[in-house]
């Protein structure tokens, strides 16, 4: 007999996090269900041991002798055992885990929320924050606090929230950090891929390319020309591991050319370097270079973007002059630990959507340079996924660390 104590304290919302695929040599064990409000179910590789109201000792159950069962499931089962992380697919598999779910959104919130921003205030995660709050109060009947958490490259902030209780009250607000640091920082103390789900993504800004005027370069194509002629350009970034210093690794990788990353404290010294000709080029957040490029202290080359952007509506997309792959972008979202009950998570979602659909929502956004994209829950995480696997991509082989 094999049995493992639940880690929930209620015992609400605990489902097996093997799933329903796991292999253990020719033995398939299926998930049967969980131990909601007192009850007992079973995960098993051969007969079935039922739930068992009253009984809350354990959440799960081989029933059959552990000789029977391969080192190798042992092994997975007891590493799967120790993490908090559940699979919301097991736990909706079961009728009664659903119902409790149902019936815990239909009641939530009862108190605010909190939006943990893991970046220091005034930033744009702040912005979106503040302007969600009152309107949640309106559509949910409770609004949110934002409380500023930065540190350790977002680390600090994003693990309080992994540690929070699963109850839809702590939601992380975060940008491409998340999906990038999941691969640049070495032993988090959490697993980013699997103990969130996405909630919403907000909106995003394109990068530019800029260029020092003193590189005598305005298109995609000259800049190429003059890093091949040169034996290689410099571009700048507001430092190792950002977004912008991922869209300089993406451009280099779609057109060859060699380029040598300059890393900064921030944008503003970075962009005032390219304005002064001491670095070549910059992939720079678009609202914060539109006034360089209508004054001519720096000139754009091309927007990562697939179509042009209002704000500098002569500036082609890399799509345009035939470059392709180039990503580079500031996006922002919501997410949630991952078991958080999805009902929870699907109400905030359309309250959240709904706010940023809303033409005040989109003028104030506009006003910062953001533009909303909706995406569905379940788009939203397929894009987290393609991140997470683009993002850790260009890391591993530029070979990028952070001291």
């Known amino acids: 007999m094999h049995a493992a104590a639940c880690p929930s304290s209620n015992?609400?919302?605990?489902?097996?996090?093997?799933?329903n695929d796991v292999r253990a040599g020719h033995q398939s064990p299926r998930f049967l269900g969980s131990c909601p409000l007192g009850q007992r179910a079973a995960i098993s590789f051969y007969p079935v041991e039922p739930c068992r109201p009253g009984k809350c000792r354990a959440s799960w159950r081989v029933t059959k002798p552990a000789a029977r069962i391969s080192p190798m499931a042992r092994k997975f089962m007891d590493l799967h055992m120790s993490h908090a992380s559940l699979s919301r697919r097991?736990?909706?598999?079961?009728?009664?885990?659903?119902?409790?779910?149902?019936?815990?959104?239909?009641?939530?919130?009862?108190?605010?929320?909190?939006?943990?921003?893991?970046?220091?205030a005034g930033g744009s995660l702040d912005i979106v924050a503040r302007l969600l709050s009152p309107r949640l109060q309106e559509l949910i009947g409770q609004g949110a606090i934002t409380e500023n958490r930065p540190g350790g490259g977002t680390i600090i902030g994003t693990d309080a929230?992994?540690?929070?209780?699963?109850?839809?009250?702590?939601?992380?607000?975060?940008?491409?950090?998340?999906?990038?640091?999941?691969?640049?920082?070495?032993?988090?103390?959490?697993?980013?891929?699997?103990?969130f789900t996405g909630v919403n993504f907000l909106c995003f800004?394109?990068?530019?390319?800029?260029?020092?005027?003193?590189?005598?370069?305005?298109?995609?194509?000259?800049v190429v020309a003059a890093a091949r002629a040169r034996g290689g350009l410099s571009y700048a970034s507001s430092g190792t591991g950002t977004s912008l210093h991922l869209g300089g690794l993406s451009f280099q990788a779609s057109t060859g050319a060699p380029l040598t990353h300059i890393p900064y404290r921030g944008s503003a010294q970075a962009i005032t370097d390219v304005i002064s000709g001491q670095v070549d080029l910059m992939f720079a957040n678009l609202p914060d270079a539109v006034g360089a490029v209508r004054e001519g202290r720096v000139r754009a080359i091309a927007v990562a973007d697939s179509s042009r952007h209002a704000l500098l509506p002569e500036v082609p997309t890399f799509d345009e002059v035939g470059v392709q792959g180039v990503v580079s972008n500031s996006w922002f979202g919501m997410v949630a630990r991952a078991d958080v009950p999805a009902p929870i998570l699907d109400r905030l979602h359309?309250?959240?959507?709904?706010?940023?659909?809303?033409?005040?929502?989109?003028?104030?956004?506009?006003?910062?340079?953001?533009?909303?994209?909706?995406?569905?829950?379940?788009?939203?995480?397929?894009?987290?996924?393609?991140?997470?696997?683009?993002?850790?991509?260009?890391?591993?082989?530029?070979?990028?660390?952070?001291?």
């Open 11 to 19: 015992c609400s919302s605990f489902a097996c996090p093997a799933r």
């Open 90 to 120: 097991a736990v909706l598999a079961c009728p009664a885990v659903a119902m409790s779910a149902r019936a815990q959104a239909q009641t939530w919130p009862t108190r605010q929320l909190r939006f943990v921003v893991p970046f220091t």
């Open 161 to 195: 929230v992994a540690k929070a209780p699963a109850d839809g009250y702590t939601i992380l607000l975060i940008a491409n950090s998340f999906t990038i640091n999941a691969t640049l920082i070495r032993n988090p103390p959490f697993d980013a891929r699997r103990e």
């Open 205 to 222: 800004n394109p990068h530019v390319l800029v260029a020092s005027p003193r590189l005598n370069a305005g298109t995609v194509a000259e």
């Open 350 to 403: 359309s309250a959240v959507a709904q706010a940023l659909a809303e033409p005040a929502s989109i003028a104030r956004l506009a006003q910062v340079g953001l533009t909303t994209r909706p995406m569905a829950r379940p788009q939203f995480n397929e894009f987290l996924a393609a991140e997470f696997e683009r993002n850790g991509r260009l890391i591993v082989e530029n070979g990028v660390t952070v001291d």
